[in-house]
């Protein structure tokens, strides 16, 4: 049995009600159209100086950006297609897990890419061929610092530099630059390793190295965005605060869901039990102000026997 009537509000107190961009959602797009552009140039040189240097460590980096390009291009667009049809009503809720849908389909790519490397790299490992290291590491520094510029670039803005329910989007763009640093020292390691002991199988090792890291990010970044995707509760100290609010001495919640809208925004579907009439509007007066609760619905019921 339900206690309140659903309440008629005017129509134009729904405007923008499905727009759950994130904050930086302007800034975070035209960075990441300027590490395209950066970082497409630099995997170019990068794979023909490893192809012209003999160098499996340059080509495996050249392999591994050629996929973070992709990424961060994939990235840009979801940007720009979330800010496209940010006011659509066909997405009930609106755009903001664009740049979710975005980081899985990375993470993927980052996850194939790992498999590419580990085995060319394992091929020469067991065949080790002559490099060309001085022309090869002079290219891995230039292409270490092109990399470090682009994760600096596309580092989260500093008031959400430590939030959980930040950009995922933009941190994917930013753990794939991570992860190009991370294989460029690798390689550079891998590189001077070979030139300084005439370690031929060092180039391959480091190789090796870069795809296990380029996995873990992979794994990582699966995990974050799927989680999102299948709207697994994203907080539990914010669905306990949601519960605190609500329930009295005579009134519980006897049914709660919480799921993220977007980067910054969540949503709340509340069913709240009383001993007497509840008013659905003071529920939601009591829930008015926690942060990242952006669309709740509230149902009231008199508690009776075959409440649950």
Known sequence: ????????????????????????????????????????????????????????????????????????????????????????????FGTGKVGYLAGFANAAVLAVSAVLIAVESGRRLLAPQDVHYDGALGLAGV?????????????????????????????AAHLHMAADVAASVLAIIGLGAGRLLGWDQADAVAGLAGAALVAHFAWRLLSRAGAVLLDMNPSAELTAEIRRRLETEDARVIDLHLWRLGPGHHAAVVVVAGEAALRAETCRARLAGLPGLSHVTVETRIAGPDSR
């Open 143 to 171: 292409a270490l610092a092109v990399n470090i510029f682009c994760m600096w670039l596309l580092r989260p803005a500093r008031s959400h530099a430590h939030d959980r329910d930040g950009d995922l989007n933009l941190s």
């Open 1 to 92: 049995m339900t206690a309140s009537a659903p309440e008629t509000p005017p129509l134009d107190a729904f405007r923008g009600d499905r727009v759950y961009l994130g904050a930086d959602h302007a800034r975070n797009e035209r960075r990441t159209w300027i590490a395209v552009g950066v970082s497409l140039a630099t995997l170019t040189a990068q794979f023909v100086g490893g192809l012209a240097f003999n160098s499996m460590a340059l080509v495996a980096n050249a392999l591994h950006m050629t996929a973070h390009v992709a990424a961060l291009a994939v990235a840009a667009l979801a940007y720009a297609v979330a800010r496209r049809y940010a006011d659509d009503p066909r997405f009930a």
